[in-house]
């Protein structure tokens, strides 16, 4: 048990789960957020060119001023990135 807060190893793991299962609430709800933008955006060439030109910067080390992010948090800004740029694309060939 820690003393300072009164709470237990078990008790301490279960609200940053909790706090995680929030969050990847608030993350899916951007995820629908995003999707819907892209699909209805009058031009999706302008936003691709835009995250093309943001995605190098952002898997970068300047993005995390410096330092080496976790392997897994680069992986999955990469995939999710990569997510995007798809939907991006396809929604600029269906206009097309």
Known sequence: MDHETGTSTDERLEQ?????HALMGHVKALEYGLRLLIASHPAP???????DRITAQALSSAATGGLEPHPLYQAALHQGLGIISEQISESVRRRT
């Open 45 to 51: 060439e302008v936003v691709q060119h835009a995250l």
């Open 16 to 20: 940053v789960e909790s706090q995680m």
